[in-house]
Antibody, heavy 120, light 112 residues
């Protein structure tokens, strides 16, 4: 059974940093691209960032480019999202998601999510 | 980015009756290789999203056959043939043909 378990969310002030992590199990981790998506009541569901199975290619939404960094450790089956220069509009529930590397069928499995609140 | 527009945003339904949700994209979702990468997701109250349908009309494993998807180009529909109590939640369409992937704003299905 595929399991994706996020951690690291919390309350942070504007301009601050937070690091999210996702522990994966139940599938061959390096064969899957990993993604972070987020959900807010106002903007709904939004793709944030993805990383290829080997980790050599990364992709970012324009709204987070230059502030967020995605990385993965295939030896530990984990993916992380380093979030810097956080803004109020980054407040959301952040989900870890996977899909088969190279597939165009996206968003196979979702984690439970971790909430991030950016507020002073 | 491709804009996905769903209607209605709220859908009160009677148990056992059919329900349909429309999704329109701002660009054709037909890919040059022949596939159309349009997915549907269900989010029950308090849960994470779960994919129901991929490539317009293919049900994911474990999805009841009362759920079906149809459409082409820019117009797509998710149909629930007979709504059950466990179908309450928010339904999202999502396109994966054009990068970045984008979602519709969601349709809330509730029981009358």
């Amino acid at each position: 059974e595929v399991q994706l378990l996020e951690s690291g969310g919390g309350l942070v002030q504007p301009g601050g940093s937070l690091r999210l992590s996702c522990a994966a199990s139940g599938f061959t981790f390096s064969s899957y691209a990993m993604t972070w998506a987020r959900q807010t009541p106002g903007k709904g569901l939004e793709w944030v960032s993805s990383i290829s199975g080997s980790g050599d290619r990364t992709y970012y939404a324009n709204s987070v480019k230059g502030r967020f960094t995605i990385s993965r450790d295939n030896s530990k089956s984990t993916v992380s999202l380093q979030m810097n220069s956080l803004r109020d509009e980054d407040t959301a529930v952040y989900y870890c998601v996977n899909w088969v590397e190279g597939s165009a069928i996206l968003f196979d499995h979702w984690g439970l999510g971790t909430p991030v609140t950016v507020s002073s | 980015d491709v804009v996905m527009t769903q209607s209605p945003l709220s859908l009160p339904v009677t148990l056992g009756q059919p329900a349909s949700i429309s999704c329109r994209s701002s660009q054709s979702l037909a890919y040059s290789g022949g596939n159309t990468y349009l997915n549907w997701f269900q989010q029950r109250p308090g849960q994470s999203p779960r994919r129901l349908i991929y490539n317009v009309s293919n049900r994911d494993s474990g999805v009841p056959d009362r759920f079906s998807g149809s459409g082409s180009g820019t117009d797509f529909t998710l149909t629930i043939s007979r709504v059950e109590a466990e179908d309450v939640g928010v339904y999202y369409c999502m396109q994966g043909t054009h990068w970045p992937p984008t979602f519709g704003q969601g349709t809330k299905v509730e029981i009358k």
